[in-house]
C-alpha cells in the first residue's frame, strides 16, 4: 500500500495515462503511423489516415475504455457485496446472463435499442440468484459462492451454445467473437458514457457507506445504514454497469477481478480512493489489452476477452491459494 | 438524557422463549451485566435492543421513541454495539477501520477530519494498540481484531453501548483493561452500558446491575447487590457455586 499523501497523485497519473491511452494507442496498428503522420491526423480528420485515426481507431479506443472501467467497477461492487475479493461479473455468470438475454433478443428480432434492456434483465436475474444462494458468512461462504457463479455461468453458457447451434453458419463467428469479448465493432453510445459517468458519481457518494458494507452487512446496519436500500441499489449498480459493458463489448471477462485486486495493493480498500482508481486503471487495462489483442498476430485480430482471460485466470488460481491459504 | 426502556418484551428465537414480558429501564450511569448459560439467547436479546430485530411483541423505546420509528443513522449515533465475532475480510489499515465508527455522524460527502482523526487516534491508543495505526487489519491476531472492534464502538460515541462478550479472546490483563474502559464511559461520561458475560467475577468486579436469563423465557433483573449471590448462579448456571470472600468483594469458583 503506498501512502495516503501519494494516492491522490496516484489518482492523477491513472488520469494522464488513461486519457493518454485512448489517443496513443490510435498511432499503432495493421497500419503503423509514425508521431507526424499521427499529429497530422489526430489535427486534421480529412488527412490521409484522418479517417482510420478518427473513425476507426479512437472510438473502437474510447470503448475499450469504457468498458474496462465500467466491468472494473462493476467488480468492485460486487466484491464487497459478497466481502470476497474473487467476485467479478464474468466469474459469476453476470455477463453470462446478460450476453444470453441480448443474443436471444437478436434471434428474435428484438429492436437494436431494446437490448440493453434485456441485457440489463439478464444481469439483474443472474445476480439475484447468485447473491441469494450464496450471501451469508459461515464457513463454506466462499465455497458456495464460487460453485453458485460457476453453475450459474455454466447454466448461461449451455442456453447460449444452443441458441449458437440453431443459427445460421454465416453469423457464427461474429456471435462468438461477441460471445468472448471483442471490441471490433464496438462504439460507445452517448448514453452508455451517461451510464458510466452517472454511476460514478453515485457510487462515489456511497464510498464510504461501500467501506462499512464491506464489514459485513451487521456491522453497516450499526453504524447507522439502511442495508436494505444500499444492498439494492448496489445490485442495481453492478447489474447496469455490466450490462451496458456487455452491450458494447459481450463478456469480457476477468477485468472486474484483475484490476480491483491490483488497486487494492496499491491504494487499499477504501472506496473513496479505490473507485476511482479502479475505474481509471480498468480504462487503461482494457485499452492496452485491446491494442495487444488487434497488434500481437496483426493482420489477425483477436477478441480482447482471450487476452484478459489469459492474464485472469492465472491471477485467479493465484488469489484462490491465497484464500486457501488464509483459511477465508 | 439517554435511555432505552424496554416494555413487556417477548423475545424468542425459531420458537424458543428467550424473555417473556421483559420490562426494563436503562439509563446513564448504569452498568448491566447481562447473564445466562450458552445459547440461552444472550446475543439474540442484545440484537433486539440493537433494533437489528424485531420482537415477537412489546416495544424498545430509545429517547422514548419506538426504535422501529427511529431511522438507522439517528440510532447509530445513539447506540453502539460490539458483536460477538470480528472479522476483517478486505485489507484496510488499524486507523481506517477505527475512523469507520465516525460513520453515522458524517455526511455522504464529508471526509473525517483532524477532529475524527484525534478521536479515532484516542480510542486506539486507549485499547493499546497504539504503533498499530496503519497495520492491515487481515494480519491483526483474534484479540487485537477484538479490541479494534471496541475501538472503533468508542470511536462512534454513543450514549448506549450494548457489548455481546467484549472479553472474548482476550488475556487477563486486556480482559480488565476493556472493562476499565467501558466502566470510564458508564461513570465519566455518564453513558449505559449492558454487557453479555460469562465471567461472573468481571460481573461481580464491574457492573451495578445484572439481568439473568433462566431459559423458557423466565429472567430476573435488578441490582447487583441482590442477584449476585451463590444460590441465584447455581440456579442461572444449574451447577454447584462457591463463593469466597476476597479483599475487592465476593467472589465465585464453580464448586464440586
Known amino acids: ?328 | 438524557m439517554t435511555t432505552l426502556v424496554c416494555q413487556s418484551l417477548d423475545v424468542s428465537i425459531a420458537g424458543k422463549k428467550i424473555a417473556d414480558g421483559l420490562d426494563l429501564e436503562l439509563t446513564p450511569g448504569q452498568f448491566w451485566g447481562l447473564l445466562g448459560p450458552n445459547g440461552i439467547g444472550k446475543t439474540t436479546l442484545l440484537k433486539c435492543l440493537a433494533g437489528l430485530s424485531t420482537p415477537d411483541s412489546g416495544t424498545v423505546l430509545l429517547e422514548d421513541q419506538s426504535m422501529v420509528e427511529i431511522p438507522r443513522r439517528a440510532i447509530a449515533r445513539l447506540l453502539g454495539m460490539l458483536q460477538q465475532h470480528t472479522v476483517y475480510v478486505f485489507d484496510a489499515s488499524v486507523l481506517e477501520t477505527a475512523l469507520t465508527g465516525r460513520h453515522p455522524h458524517l455526511g455522504h460527502w464529508k471526509r473525517e477530519g483532524a477532529h475524527d482523526k484525534q478521536k479515532a487516534l484516542d480510542a486506539i491508543r486507549a485499547v493499546d494498540l497504539d504503533g498499530f495505526e496503519n497495520r492491515c487489519v487481515t494480519g491483526l491476531s483474534g484479540g487485537e481484531a477484538r479490541r479494534l472492534a471496541f475501538a472503533s464502538l468508542l470511536v462512534q460515541e454513543p450514549a448506549i453501548l450494548l457489548l455481546d462478550e467484549p472479553t472474548n479472546h482476550l488475556d487477563m490483563r486486556h480482559q480488565v483493561r476493556i472493562m476499565d474502559r467501558v466502566e470510564e464511559q458508564v461513570k465519566n461520561l455518564q453513558r449505559c452500558a449492558i454487557t453479555a458475560l460469562h465471567d461472573v467475577n468481571l460481573a461481580a468486579r464491574y457492573c451495578s446491575h445484572i439481568l439473568m436469563l433462566f431459559g423458557d423465557g423466565k429472567w430476573r433483573a435488578g441490582h447487583v447487590d441482590d442477584l449476585l449471590n451463590r444460590k441465584m448462579l447455581q440456579q442461572l448456571y444449574s451447577c454447584p457455586v462457591e463463593s469466597v470472600q476476597t479483599s475487592a468483594g465476593k467472589r465465585f469458583l464453580p464448586g464440586n
Not at chain 1, 29 to 53: F, N, P, R, Y
Not at chain 1, 121 to 150: D, E, K, N, Q, Y
Not at chain 1, 283 to 300: C, E, I, K, N, Y
Open chain 1, 1 to 328: 500500500m503506498i501512502p495516503t499523501t501519494l494516492r491522490r497523485s496516484l489518482l492523477i497519473l491513472l488520469l494522464i495515462m488513461s486519457v493518454g491511452s485512448v489517443f496513443l494507442v490510435s498511432a499503432i496498428g495493421s497500419v503503423s503511423l509514425g508521431w507526424g503522420e499521427w499529429l497530422k491526423a489526430m489535427t486534421d480528420s480529412s488527412s490521409q489516415h484522418g479517417e482510420l485515426v478518427w473513425r476507426l481507431r479512437l472510438p473502437r479506443a474510447l470503448a475499450a475504455w469504457a468498458v474496462g472501467s465500467m466491468l472494473a467497477m462493476s467488480g468492485c461492487l460486487m466484491q464487497v457485496l459478497l466481502r470476497n475479493p474473487l467476485a467479478d461479473p464474468y466469474v459469476l455468470g453476470v455477463s453470462g446472463g446478460a450476453a444470453f438475454a441480448s443474443l436471444l433478443g437478436m434471434v428474435f428480432g428484438v429492436a437494436v435499442i431494446y437490448l440493453p434492456w434485456l441485457a440489463l434483465l439478464g444481469a439483474l436475474v443472474s445476480i439475484l440468484l447468485v447473491f441469494s444462494l450464496a450471501r451469508g458468512t459461515g464457513p463454506w461462504s466462499g465455497t458456495r459462492l464460487l460453485l453458485t457463479g460457476v453453475v450459474t455461468a455454466s447454466g448461461w453458457a449451455a442456453l447460449i451454445s444452443l441458441i449458437l447451434s440453431l443459427s445460421p453458419d454465416n453469423s457464427l463467428r461474429g456471435m462468438l467473437f461477441w460471445l468472448m469479448g471483442d471490441l471490433s465493432y464496438a462504439t460507445v453510445p452517448g448514453w452508455a458514457l451517461g451510464v458510466l459517468a452517472a454511476s460514478l458519481i453515485l457510487i462515489m457518494g456511497l464510498a464510504r457507506s461501500l467501506n462499512v458494507l464491506a464489514m459485513g452487512e451487521t456491522t453497516a446496519r450499526l453504524l447507522g445504514e439502511p442495508t436494505r436500500r444500499l444492498l439494492w441499489l448496489v445490485y442495481l449498480l453492478a447489474s447496469m454497469l455490466t450490462a451496458t459493458a456487455v452491450s458494447i463489448a459481450g463478456s469480457v471477462g476477468f477485468v472486474g477481478l484483475i484490476v480491483p485486486h491490483l488497486m487494492r495493493l496499491v491504494v487499499g480498500s477504501d472506496h473513496r480512493i479505490l473507485i476511482p482508481a479502479a475505474t481509471l486503471f480498468g480504462g487503461l487495462f482494457l485499452v492496452l489489452s485491446d491494442t495487444l489483442a488487434r497488434t500481437v498476430l496483426s493482420p489477425q485480430q483477436l477478441p480482447v476477452g482471450v487476452i484478459t482471460a489469459l492474464l485472469g485466470v492465472p491471477l485467479f488460481l493465484l488469489l484462490l491459494n491465497r484464500a486457501r491459504l488464509k483459511g477465508v
